[in-house]
């Protein structure tokens, strides 16, 4: 396939990214560190500015929370930018302590639902079209509540939210195996997600964060499986070594997002028409967070250009004759292409710098920040 594919290739990044962050050990704080809302969007769009890949910031309420979300759009327009996703927080409420859209008590679950129709407002003033639902809720002990029961509720939960939708606007459920709860997960894997959304409807589909799964999953496999079923809504992307590590896309196992990418490029859900929504998940705790960004979205391109770059020919041809070592060499001459040049000529050709993070650098950006904005707030985690 050819690297063209590329101009139109987009990669949304989190408001969250850009906030101060840390583990339940230490939360650094940085200079310059957004104040609200709008100064995220600002440094968002500064990795837009830079790369050329990503017009979309993905909102989460209440910690994006302003009182006219037209103008939080209209700013993030100005900026370049768009809204993206609008996360809902079910994790942060004292009432939720036994889950939110499986909790036991009715009361609890309306609470819970009428949060996301405060979020599907939000989309409606923003634009947004995809309502992203991370289910925290599940159990500690076994016998704590029916595993069974905490479905049925949230089956019916999610109904209530889904009806309220409307047309043009999608449901994207997220999965993740364990935490805040370790014996079960209400929402543990892609399956339980599936299942939700096969239920839901069309508009209902999975997003698959590669942080929420066990060491040694396959995720490409998991990938393959959505895509065949037209219900890979969108990929929450980060890196782990341990857990839900939250670092850096593409940087503790690059091979591994390129064999996500060859899953994409076979079925060519790079293109903006498959409605994939290519998220980053992440969180910058001790490295510069708009740098960290623009290295973000850049390891994606590199996957996906590497990803573009297999003989689907040669490949087709290796596996069906059984030639083992061949097909696995067709996919390793394009992961072990040095793409980095040319996709700097690309930029160039396009206007944007071959360089994003020097150029960032170079801007003076940091520095004005650091000098105009005094007292900056956390993301939410650790909150
Ligand atoms: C939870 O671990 C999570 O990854 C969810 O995906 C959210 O998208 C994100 O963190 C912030 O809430
Ligand atoms: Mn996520
Ligand atoms: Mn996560």
């Known amino acids: ?39 995220k969007i600002a440094d968002a769009a500064q990795v837009h500015r830079h790369t050329g890949l990503a017009p979309r910031v993905s909102l989460h309420i209440p910690w994006d929370m302003v009182d006219d979300f037209g103008r939080l759009a209209a700013y993030a327009k100005e900026q370049g930018v768009g809204i993206g996703a609008v996360n ?30 405060a979020c599907i407002d939000v989309m409606r003033a923003t634009g947004s079209k995809d309502l992203k639902i991370w289910l925290p809720d599940g159990t500690n002990y076994a016998g704590q509540d029916s595993l069974r029961a905490r479905q049925d509720r949230l089956a019916e939960s999610l109904q209530r939210v889904y009806a309220a939708m409307d047309d043009d606007q999608r449901l994207l459920l997220e999965y993740k195996f364990f935490e805040p709860y370790f014996y079960s997960m209400d929402i543990p894997d892609w399956g339980t997600s599936l299942l939700h959304c096969l239920a839901l409807g069309e508009r209902a589909q999975v997003v698959l964060d590669t942080g929420h799964h066990a060491p040694g999953t396959n995720i490409e496999f998991i990938v ?78 590199q996957a996906l250009a590497k990803a573009l770059l297999v003989d689907a020919e040669a490949l087709r041809a290796a596996q069906s004759s059984g030639d083992v070592l061949g097909a696995h060499a067709v996919l390793m001459d394009a992961y072990e292409t040095d793409v980095r040049a040319t996709l700097a000529d690309r930029r160039e050709a396009r206007g944007l710098p071959r ?11 940091a520095a004005a920040v650091a000098s105009s904005r005094v007292g900056g707030t956390q993301a939410g985690w650790g909150a």
């Open 224 to 301: 393959m499986q959505l895509l065949r079923q037209n219900r890979l809504g969108a990929f929450d992307f980060n890196s782990r070594f341990y857990a839900d590590d939250d670092l850096i896309v593409g940087s503790a196992d690059p091979f591994q997002l390129f064999r996500i990418m060859t899953e994409i490029v076979a079925v060519g859900a790079h293109r903006p028409a498959s409605g994939v929504n290519f998220m980053l998940d992440q969180c910058h705790n001790i490295e510069d967070k708009i740098p960290g960004q623009i290295r973000s979205v850049l390891n994606v391109e």
């Open 1 to 39: 396939m050819s690297l063209d594919d590329l101009d139109a290739f987009t990669v949304e990044v989190p408001s969250w990214a850009y906030g101060n962050s840390g583990t339940r050990f230490k939360v650094f704080t940085t200079p310059g560190v957004p104040r609200d809302p709008f100064e």
């Open 88 to 117: 809902a927080n079910l994790f942060q409420d004292d009432d939720y302590r036994l889950g939110s859209l499986a909790h036991p008590h009715a009361g609890v679950r309306d609470k819970a639902v009428e949060h996301h129709l």
């Open 355 to 365: 360089d994003p993070i020097a150029a960032f650098a170079a801007s003076g950006y």
